[in-house]
């Protein structure tokens, strides 16, 4: 059984360069290649039990062709990648990210709307003196609010159309 068993992890040594070409050709990347050449040695070295007399290339190539569909699916099921920078760390962890959200959701909004919604929620001005300060009806601060308030729940909700307005 020992013979058997050198043999075997022989024969999977020496596809090792062929593994790498293999792999290198299908995911045009060196470091993600390795890993699945790593992955699928493995798993050969696992179930080499399950291996049958016959051609040891075609099985382990068969490995590492599943390996890759794998990590293609899953690739496809993730989200999709947007950089970060520096000066954003902030703006996703902590306690602060939730006002970040909102920060963003008020920075999303045309001028009227968030300064009508500001002098109302920060300043505590009535909707009367807003209107006057604003020179508008007062039928125009409270459709500006409405609007105002619609849109940052739609941006924290992610509604689609928030996302435009953030994009």
């Not at 293999?22 to 290649?33: E, G, P």
């Not at 493995?42 to 099985?59: D, K, M, P």
């Not at 920075?107 to 919604?117: P, S, V, W």
Request: glycine share 6%.
């Amino acid at each position: 059984m020992k013979a058997i068993v050198m043999n075997f992890t022989q024969m999977v040594e020496a596809e090792i360069p062929a593994l790498r070409r293999h792999a290198r050709t299908v995911t045009r990347d060196s470091d993600i290649a390795d890993d699945i050449v790593q992955d699928t040695l493995v798993r050969a070295l696992r179930f080499a039990h399950l291996f049958q007399e016959g051609n040891i290339r075609s099985w382990l190539h068969t490995i590492l062709i599943n390996l890759n569909r794998n990590r293609l699916r899953s690739v496809a099921r993730r989200p999709p990648f947007s950089s970060i920078n520096e000066n954003d760390a902030p703006d996703f962890a902590g306690p602060k990210a939730g006002g970040r959200d909102i920060e963003r959701a008020i920075g999303a909004l045309t001028k009227d709307q968030r300064d009508a919604l500001l002098l109302v929620v920060l300043e505590g001005l009535s909707y009367r003196e807003v209107a006057k300060l604003q020179n508008v009806p007062m039928g125009t601060v409270t459709s500006r609010l409405g609007r105002a308030r619609a849109q940052i729940k739609a941006y924290l909700d992610g509604d689609s159309k928030a996302r435009a307005a953030r994009g």
